[in-house]
């Protein structure tokens, strides 16, 4: 069963910035949280992941609470280009290997 | 070069044809995976390939064969397939190595989009 649990929906104005929660209250100490998206029907493209600390890249920022039970993406000025499905994803970890995704949020931002 | 080539792009075969799918990289990642993904739900693992050697089979039918014959290229045998494995098929690698500090990103290719018919 996946990890994670993501709201269905969201809406989100050009140029504002998009807030995506993601619940993980079962992660263990040594997994990681990696967020990626899907625009329609394409393959997932990564956009950041961290394990305790906030993370930073071109692409968003990635917030995660100091009990790494929930985290939140966040993309600054979203562009209508943003509108993807975006999941979040603990790495299973132990060698394994694993991406497991949940349901994703639907990302929608409305010019 | 971050790219993952999946091929073909599309696919439509016959239940009693045996098609392969298939997926290269050249980013020296030694972990590589295969992924089922049907309209409006999220991929669902299918197998992990580790060192060429498969590490992962989520319980997945006879009919899906993988093989990975060498670190750059994975495959996907199908045969005696139903119209309800009609999906876009995912192929990924990663690293395939714990960094010390740091995860390790899946690199995911555009798909194969099967019909089954």
């Known amino acids: 069963d996946a990890k994670t649990t993501q709201p269905t929906s969201m809406d989100c104005a050009e140029g504002r910035a998009a807030n995506l929660p993601c619940n993980h209250s079962?992660?263990?100490?040594?997994?990681?949280v990696y967020w990626y998206r899907q625009i329609h029907s394409q393959g997932p493209q990564y956009i950041i992941h961290g394990l305790k600390n906030n993370e930073t890249n071109e692409m968003a920022s990635l917030i995660i609470t100091e009990d790494r039970k929930s985290s939140t993406l966040i993309l600054p000025h979203a562009t209508l280009r943003d509108t993807a499905v975006y999941y979040c994803?603990?790495?299973?970890?132990?060698?394994?290997?694993?991406?497991?995704f949940g349901t994703g949020t639907r990302l929608k931002v409305l010019a | 070069d971050t790219e993952v080539t999946q091929t073909p792009k599309h696919l439509v075969m016959g239940m009693t044809n045996k098609k392969s799918l298939k997926c290269e990289q050249h980013?020296?990642?030694?972990?590589m995976y295969w992924y089922k993904q049907k309209a409006k739900k999220p991929p669902e693992l299918m197998f992990v390939y580790s060192y060429e050697k498969l590490s992962i089979n989520e319980s997945v039918p006879s009919r899906f064969s993988p093989e990975c014959p060498n670190s750059s290229l994975l495959n996907l045998h199908l045969h005696a397939l139903q119209p309800e494995d009609s999906a876009l098929y995912l192929c990924?690698?990663?690293?395939?190595?714990?960094?010390?500090?740091?995860?390790?990103?899946?690199?995911f290719g555009q798909g194969t989009r099967l019909t089954v018919v």
């Open positions: 079962t992660i263990s100490g040594n997994e990681y």
């Open positions: 980013m020296g990642h030694r972990a």
């Open positions: 990924a690698s990663s690293p395939g190595r714990i960094l010390q500090g740091k995860g390790t990103e899946a690199f």
């Open positions: 994803i603990v790495r299973l970890g132990g060698g394994t290997y694993k991406y497991i």
